[in-house]
């Protein structure tokens, strides 16, 4: 099937709940890697709340990815870390996969970021996933060095160790939305 037949657009407010369950079937990918993302089971699971989600729509930053047949396949989530956006989730299903929606789903938030004037998008990732660090890194994003990070991508990753994720496995990535 080709990219095309897929729409990629801001998520309406009765999405909202579907897209747990999308977040939690498209982590199935990582229960291969454990060992390179440092999950367990417990925090493989842990998904983005509904009403985190929902805060997260009305400010028109979820994007989802919607198949021809209408099914929510994938959807993006930014967060704003002071003035810089930071894209906090992307998922797509795995039967959905290698058909380039991360891409679109990606390509549209760096848009979006572009046009409401931020300079640039951070993400957190897995450094040594395939589809993680190396994916972003062949879309422009680079990784941010530690000493370099703002004090809100501190807290961030922070809040990451905390949840129980191997910060030490994870990089924060950026890509600049404008020239310097």
Same mark, same amino acid.
């Given at each position: ?12 407010? &009765?999405?909202? @709940? ?13 229960? @291969?890697?454990? !060992? ?28 989802? /990815?919607?198949? $021809? ?6 959807? !993006? ?16 299903? $795995?039967? #959905?996969?290698?058909?380039?929606? &991360? @891409? ?6 760096? !848009? ?7 300079? +640039? ?8 996933? /395939?589809?993680?660090? $190396? ?11 530690? +000493? /370099?990070?703002?004090?809100? #991508? ?9 949840? &129980? ?16």
């Amino acid at each position: 099937m080709a990219n095309d037949d897929y729409v990629i657009r801001l998520a309406e407010p &009765g999405e909202v @709940s579907l897209l747990p369950v999308v977040e939690r079937r498209a982590v199935v990918l990582f229960e @291969s890697c454990l !060992a390179e993302t440092g999950l367990t089971p417990e925090t493989l699971y842990d998904v983005t709340s509904v009403e985190e989600l929902a805060e997260a729509q009305l400010r028109r930053h979820v994007w989802v /990815a919607v198949s $021809p047949g209408g099914e929510l396949v994938g959807f !993006a989530m930014v967060l704003e870390l002071g003035s810089i956006a930071h894209l906090d989730e992307l998922d797509v299903l $795995p039967e #959905h996969g290698r058909r380039g929606l &991360g @891409s679109r789903l990606l390509g549209t938030v760096c !848009a979006w970021a572009r046009d409401a004037g931020y300079s +640039k998008v951070t993400l957190t990732t897995f450094r040594d996933v /395939a589809w993680n660090a $190396p994916f972003y890194q062949r879309h422009g994003f680079h990784i941010v060095d530690p +000493k /370099a990070l703002s004090e809100e #991508h501190v807290q961030l990753v922070r809040s990451e160790a905390a949840r &129980g994720l191997r910060t030490d496995l994870r990089v924060v990535m950026e890509y600049r939305t404008m020239g310097e």
